[in-house]
């Protein structure tokens, strides 16, 4: 894909439905007695990943042009696959569906691509085990593929050096199997997609924050059955991300993003726009399925530098390279601490965001958390190389909006994984 200087970015954009959720929906539905019907589901890679791997495990799942049918078996309803499950490039099928296999009474093996299968899987594989889980890297080198063999689980409360959904999430699954609670306690609350939507499903699941300081426990008790729900899933602020950092970046520029999930363990990005000085404005603003969702309004901005550390990185690390764009295009340095969690992504992206910043132009300097990125020099393009990791490639494809000269992203059709509209969407506003 090559791309030059725009622009006057005006008009309306609706985009895909949140990766987050439309995983959890196929997961939940899965396992709970009944039809599942799911509208505005993500039909990106990752989440056809799921889909399939849910099918190989003997889940009639209906795709039809408007919604997806999921009729669920139950929580013990599902059936010994005969052949590996294959998840791709998702790290969230990878890490949630190893939860719901532990507590079964079969074996299974999950495997995806190489990238996949580089990524830390002993953040789930060691507390499965303390739950009584049989599971292994089959490698020995604690990533996938992962075999996991029939155990019984029992609850236990454990304490995760990270804020990690996928990790909370994981265990919260399991505990729907266990022979007694199971609390997870984070050193900051991680998105709770997974609470919200067990809560909804019938689980006995709930949240306790520390009075003190921002950890936070969830707790869930072992469940008899879960029941199939009806679900819209909102717009995914992490796709909507792109089009509110071109909104404020690209001159003469308005746009309104349409129906978009603000839930605050995700919605860090909106808070981090308004420090930089961004003009941002919540519309419409309302609550479905105990997610909350609203309309958001941005106009160009004059953005300046702040630092970003701390509780709010959990809520918005998938809006990183974004924000490390719009800082390149902001007055003075942004310094963004305590991200480390960037290095187990789809690509190690401390170090592909600032190679790409210093290609196109930018000063910029990693950490072993973060980066330092030095604001208002002009971009210039450049070749782009994304490493096959989506994120990257829409930053990316924002900042040559306003780099002078043509960019060119390379591998530019990784972004299939959660926006394979990407593109066509931006032709709405041009």
Request: proline share 4%; with cysteine; glycine share 10%.
């Amino acid at each position: 894909m090559e791309l030059t200087t725009i622009t006057g970015l005006k008009g309306e954009v609706t985009v895909p439905g949140d990766k987050s959720i439309s995983h959890r929906c196929i997961m939940f539905g899965a396992i709970a007695k009944g039809m599942t019907e799911i509208h505005h589901f993500l039909r990106g890679a990752d989440c056809l990943a799921t889909i399939d791997c849910f099918r190989r495990l003997g889940i009639q799942i209906e795709e039809k042009q408007d919604s997806i049918l999921v009729y669920g078996n139950g929580l013990h309803g599902l059936s010994a696959p005969t052949d590996i499950l294959h998840v791709g490039n998702s790290g969230t099928t990878t890490r949630l569906i190893a939860g719901i296999l532990a507590g079964q009474k079969f074996d299974s093996k999950l495997s995806g691509d190489d990238s996949l299968n580089s990524r830390p899987m002993k953040r789930i594989i060691e507390p499965l085990t303390q739950m009584g889980a049989h599971i292994s890297s089959i490698l020995r080198n604690d990533c996938a593929p992962l075999y996991i063999t029939k155990g019984n689980l029992h609850g236990i409360d454990y304490h995760s050096p990270v804020a990690s959904a996928q990790v909370k999430s994981c265990l919260l699954l399991a505990g729907l199997y266990a022979d007694g609670e199971t609390s997870v306690t984070e050193p900051s609350l991680s998105r709770n997609h997974t609470e919200l939507m067990l809560k909804e499903f019938g689980a006995n699941i709930h949240t306790v924050h520390r009075l003190t300081g921002p950890e936070a426990t969830a707790t869930i008790s072992p469940c008899s059955e879960l029941y199939g729900q009806k679900i819209t899933v909102p717009g995914d602020i992490s796709s909507a991300a792109y089009f509110i950092a071109a909104g404020l970046i690209v001159p003469d520029s308005e746009i309104l993003v349409k129906n978009i999930g603000i839930n605050s363990t995700r919605a860090g990005l909106l808070k981090v726009c308004e420090d930089m000085g961004g003009d941002i404005t919540l519309m419409n603003e309302r609550t479905e399925g105990g997610e909350k969702i609203a309309d958001i309004l941005v106009r160009t901005s004059q953005l300046h530098g702040i630092t970003i550390e701390g509780d709010i990185i959990p809520t918005l690390i998938d809006e990183i390279p974004i924000i490390a764009v719009m800082a390149a295009c902001a007055d003075g340095t942004t310094i963004i601490r305590n991200a480390e969690e960037l290095k187990f992504k789809e690509s190690d992206r401390i170090e592909t965001i600032t190679d790409n910043l210093r290609a196109m132009g930018c000063t910029v300097f990693p950490t072993e958390d973060g980066m330092f990125i030095k604001g208002g020099e002009p971009l210039h393009g450049a070749t782009i190389h994304t490493l096959l990791d989506h994120r990257i490639a829409m930053a990316f494809s924002i900042a040559a909006l306003v780099a002078d000269g043509n960019t060119k992203i390379l591998d530019s059709h990784c972004i299939d994984v959660s926006y394979p509209t990407f593109y066509d969407s931006f032709e709405q506003l041009l």
